[in-house]
Nanobody, 115 residues
Framework: QVQLVESGGGLVQAGGSLRLSCAAS????????MGWYRQAPGKQRELVAAITSGGITNYADSVKGRFTISRDNAKNMVYLQMNSLKPEDTAVYYCNTRFLVYGIWGQGTQVTVSS
């Protein structure tokens, strides 16, 4: 059973925008802080944005001021609005709980930013 499903990725030019969506199962979403992670080829997966169950957000320095994370608790959805995209943002993007308490991952969604 799919419990984390990411969507919204694509190919965009530098400076463009994308909005990613994550549908999480209720068991994963409920009462958990959530985050968006990304992994580029040959690099470690990194946390880029997080949001608490109460809506408090935090961002990696590399995306601060450009990305916005949000959540809809009624719909079990997490979003990542990405503006002013740069080629170095190219990666597969994943959503998950902030502290990886369930040990599972979805397939992610590919974001490719051209120069």
């Amino acid at each position: 059973q799919v419990q984390l499903v990411e969507s919204g990725g694509g190919l965009v030019q530098a400076g463009g925008s994308l909005r990613l969506s994550c549908a999480a199962s209720r068991t994963i979403f409920r009462d958990n802080d959530m985050g968006w992670y990304r992994q580029a080829p040959g690099k470690q997966r990194e946390l880029v944005a997080a949001i608490t169950s109460g809506g408090i957000t935090n961002y990696a320095d590399s995306v601060k001021g450009r990305f916005t994370i949000s959540r809809d608790n009624a719909k079990n959805m997490v979003y990542l609005q990405m503006n002013s995209l740069k080629p170095e943002d190219t990666a597969v993007y994943y959503c998950n709980t902030r502290f990886l308490v369930y040990g599972i991952w979805g397939q992610g969604t590919q974001v490719t930013v051209s120069s």
